[in-house]
């Protein structure tokens, strides 16, 4: 199910938060819980209950893997046991991973390298597997490590399906989550918390519908006609790209951090601003922000991280970088994205004394234009769509910028502005959206608070009330046009 549709937004939710008030205000807090767990179910096979099958298995394994290494007493012997137990409940999530979103990619490479032909299966690739297989890894980490105690079915249950981070994140940790789902009944009523996570899920709402999706239509055309673009047309598509998933991942990440606040659940910050970063390092510390903590602390760390001199710093961040690129998707794409951040990281950790001495605005300017380059290769269907678009870009064919590009920020309510001021027949109109669009955008992206910062601050009066009532009722209308989000793929 998606934040941003009708059912969502008129039937699910509301009909959630009502029950787990209702069941609050009689204090049961494991009926609270199973309410939380049924209804996250629901949005998690509303598009295929399939899914559930999946999901319901890996939950009773890894539970049941965690009590038994629990069980387990003290003592070398049994330390040697429950780190057994905790190797065989990687594999199993590991397993599950490599199955449903590897499988076909492992054997498609078997066919080029062997010339042989084995079937390849269909397999559809379970909505959020590659969130809450990490998620229950981190907590099996933790569960050897003693970090958890008096585990309920109940609580793992929930801490793995709570909807609003269950699709695209955050990966959360057991320490986060745990304490807050055992004060859900006692904890009392927050308006302030509420409101804020009411104006947040609001604001990430209108990032995701009235800014990625509109530059969203633009990279749209532009990809599936990257071969008649100019090198306007190309650097445009290629910035737009990266604008378009700065918005949406953005915009998902408040929306569940604001759904959280409405439960009085403090969901992590996951996204921090990562355009205003100095450095590619920077950068990875401020997206995703709860991926790369998960890859530090579970596989940086105990290959040794940074303590055992330059050279395996730097091929512990070459490693852990290419994880990454493999976690988002299955094909070299994704491992060469992967690999080539991992070469920036180490060379921007090796750059570091110099660009201290260069001023803050260049290191900022050059990270983006990095992390753009990056982002375009991301989102390109391919590496030879990606050579061709960026190909473009150097042969300084500069000219007008493709009419159907300008036409994606021309929706109806901007277009019926522009008649309103009688501005529509000018030469220039059809341009006008596509410059205020990326005007709004930079100011959003590398000048003011973001939207957790803002909600965090909000003073609550009826003019910031009237704004979010207009920004809410202005999404709802644009969801005719309704998109799935970029990270619900992976």
């Known amino acids: 199910m998606l934040f941003n549709s009708y059912v969502f937004l008129l039937l699910f939710f509301p009909l959630t938060l009502i029950g787990y008030y209702v069941l609050k205000h009689f204090k049961q807090a494991t009926l609270m819980k199973v309410w939380l767990i049924g209804m996250s179910l629901w949005f998690y096979g509303y598009f295929n209950p399939w899914y559930l099958l999946i999901i319901i298995s890996s939950i009773i394994v890894n539970y049941g893997l965690c009590i038994l290494m629990n069980k387990v007493a003290s003592g070398e012997e049994k330390k040697k046991l429950r780190k057994l137990i905790m190797i065989i409940g990687i594999v199993f999530n590991v397993g599950i991973l490599f199955y449903y979103k590897y499988f076909n990619f492992f054997i498609d490479n078997i066919n080029w390298i062997f010339k042989s032909d084995i079937l390849i299966e269909k397999i559809l690739l379970p909505l959020g597997i590659s969130f809450f297989t ?16 008096n ?23 057991q320490d986060e989550m745990l304490p807050q789902f055992k004060e859900l009944a006692n904890k009392k009523f927050d308006k302030d918390q509420f409101a804020r996570g009411l104006a947040l899920f609001i ?56 759904i959280g606040g409405m439960f009085l659940i403090d969901i992590v910050v996951n996204f921090n601003s990562p355009y205003k970063a ?21 596989i940086y760390i105990p290959l040794g991280g940074s303590r055992r001199g330059e050279l395996r710093t730097c091929i512990n961040t070459f490693i852990v970088f290419t994880i990454s690129g493999i976690w988002h998707g299955s094909g070299w794409k994704y491992m060469i994205w992967g690999m080539l951040y991992g070469i920036l990281n180490i060379c921007s950790r090796q750059l570091r004394p110099i660009k201290k001495k260069i001023p803050a605005v260049i290191n900022n300017i050059e990270c983006f ?10 989102r390109a269907e391919t590496l ?28 109806t309510e901007y277009l019926f502005i522009q008649d309103c001021f009688h501005i529509s027949s000018l030469s220039f109109a059809p341009y006008i959206m ?3 669009f990326m005007v709004l955008a930079f100011f959003l992206c590398f000048i003011t608070r973001n939207a957790c910062e803002i909600a965090a601050q909000l003073k609550f009066k009826v003019s910031s009330a009237i704004l979010l009532a207009v920004g809410l009722i202005w999404s709802v209308i644009s969801l005719s046009e309704v998109s799935t989000f970029l990270y619900f793929n992976f």
């Open 278 to 298: 100095k450095s590619v390092l920077e950068f990875w510390s401020r997206w995703q922000v709860t991926m790369s903590r998960f890859l530090t602390r579970y």
């Open 369 to 378: 234009i990095f992390v753009c380059l990056m982002g375009s290769l991301f």
């Open 203 to 258: 604001m990430g709402l209108m990032k995701k519908v009235l800014i990625a999706d509109v530059f969203g239509g633009a990279v749209d055309w532009a990809y599936a006609n990257h071969l008649a673009l100019n090198s306007t047309g190309s650097i445009l598509a290629l910035l737009f790209a990266n604008l378009q998933m700065y918005f949406d991942f953005s915009g998902y990440c408040d929306m569940a951090r604001g």
């Open 151 to 173: 585990l309920s079915f109940v609580d793992f249950f929930l801490f793995v399906t709570f909807f609003p981070q269950l699709i695209a994140g955050p990966i959360v940790t």
């Open 134 to 149: 990490f998620q229950e890894i981190g907590f099996m980490v933790d569960s050897y490590k003693g970090d958890v105690k």
């Open 384 to 411: 030879k769509q990606f050579g061709q678009m960026l190909s473009k870009v150097f042969t300084l064919n500069y000219g007008a910028i493709p009419l159907e590009m300008a036409q994606a920020f021309n929706r």
């Open 434 to 436: 596509i410059v205020l």
